[in-house]
């Protein structure tokens, strides 16, 4: 029989792009039950073309489910996908809550899809959207060359924060349009009332900081970015140093990544690599003005790689610049990817 998956958080923004990734791939599960908050319990939503009631959170909702997706809050992950594992479902969250527990995979398909099946937690997790945006280009990369070393600048979309970023953002851009706002210094901020989830105006601005501030100066973003990286690659030595910042755009996270290998690099190559990497477009002729930008990415489920280039001072560097949507592969789409794995796994046992 085909296998049963409950999705936890169905109303949510990553909720919402998850109901539209299973309603378009091949359909390889048996019911699909929409869990969310009792406040939400009773909405009805469409997948797979039908409409289905969302049911309250509850130990009961995981009856007869095998596996289950989490796109909640790390703490509502953290005490509800232990409490499905324990009665046998397989829970795929994409919470921060469990990507680091060494009991626990971090997957991405194209990647490392064989560590979902080592899971004694019952738990497998889904990385956060900035390492993922980067994550199978870099892998093929390293496939060849042999990977050092990142440095890594993000430009991160406000959906990134959830809806209420998203709405942040659409309000102060109502609030500058037409105004001559944005030439003076500050004063972005005399007419900005809501930042929302952000620590200063995103709109007409660039803000270096996402997520909560931890040790000597980094963002948890920067962290993720770093633990994360080593762990998918299976490099615990890598070096990385991220700078991360909210640009105001709606959906599409893109990374300026500087990459150093064991090996020398030419571009030619690299291109060749990439445009034959597992979910990577290669979109690279700045000659046409053919790069990625991230209102080009949005919606689609690959990541787009362009602008590679060779260091000019380091034989062993590339330059690359990444866009993927955040809520697609950074988030809704490797989930399902890992769920997938997980059914083909079950339905051949
Ligand atoms: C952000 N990476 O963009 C986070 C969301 N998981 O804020």
């Known amino acids: 029989r085909k296998p049963n998956l409950a999705v936890v958080g169905a109303t949510g923004a990553v909720g919402t792009v998850m109901l539209g990734i299973l309603s378009s791939r091949e359909d390889v599960w048996g019911e699909i039950r929409l869990i969310a908050s009792p406040r939400s319990a009773g909405r009805k939503l469409t997948v797979r073309g039908e409409e289905v009631e969302v049911v309250a959170l509850s130990e009961e909702a995981f009856d007869g489910i095998d596996v289950a997706m989490f796109d909640v809050p790390d703490e509502v992950s953290a005490q509800w996908a232990p409490i499905a594992a324990a009665k046998g479902v397989i829970a795929v ?33 889904n990385p956060n959207c ?17 990977l050092k070393e990142l ?37 972005l901020r005399a007419v900005i009332t809501d930042n929302g989830p952000f620590p200063a105006p995103l709109v007409l601005n660039a803000v270096p900081w996402a997520g909560s501030l931890k040790e000597d100066g980094w963002s948890s973003e920067e962290l993720k970015v770093r ?25 599409t996270h893109s990374l300026a990544v500087h990459a150093v290998f064991e090996r020398e690099v030419t571009q030619a190559r ?78 051949t046992a």
């Not at 900035?130 to 042999?146: D, K, W």
């Not at 959830?162 to 609030?175: F, S, Y």
Request: some cysteine; proline content about 6%.
């Open 130 to 146: 900035t390492t993922l945006t980067m994550m199978n280009g870099l892998a093929a990369l390293h496939s060849e060359y042999g």
């Open 270 to 347: 690299a291109q060749e690599i990439l445009r034959d990497a597992p979910g990577v477009v290669l979109y690279d002729n700045p000659e046409a003005g053919e790069f990625p930008t991230p209102n080009d990415v949005v919606g689609t489920d690959p990541t787009w790689v362009g602008r590679v280039r060779r260091s000019i001072d380091d034989p062993t560097a590339l330059d690359l610049f990444i866009c993927g949507d955040n809520l697609r592969k950074g988030a809704a789409l490797n989930t399902a990817q890992i769920a997938e794995v997980v059914a083909a796994e079950l339905t």
């Open 151 to 187: 440095v890594v600048a993000s430009y991160q979309a406000a959906s990134g924060a959830g809806q209420p970023g998203v709405d942040a953002l659409r309000d102060q851009i109502k609030q500058v349009a037409g105004t001559g706002v944005g030439e003076m210094a500050g004063d």
């Open 227 to 251: 633990n994360e990286s080593r762990k998918i690659l299976g490099l615990p030595d890598l070096k990385v140093s991220a700078t991360c910042v909210r640009i105001p755009v709606i959906t």
């Open 93 to 125: 969250d994409n919470s921060g809550a469990f990507r680091m527990d060494e009991d626990v995979p971090l997957v991405v398909p194209e990647v490392n899809a064989a560590a979902a099946r080592i899971r004694p937690r019952g738990i497998i997790a």
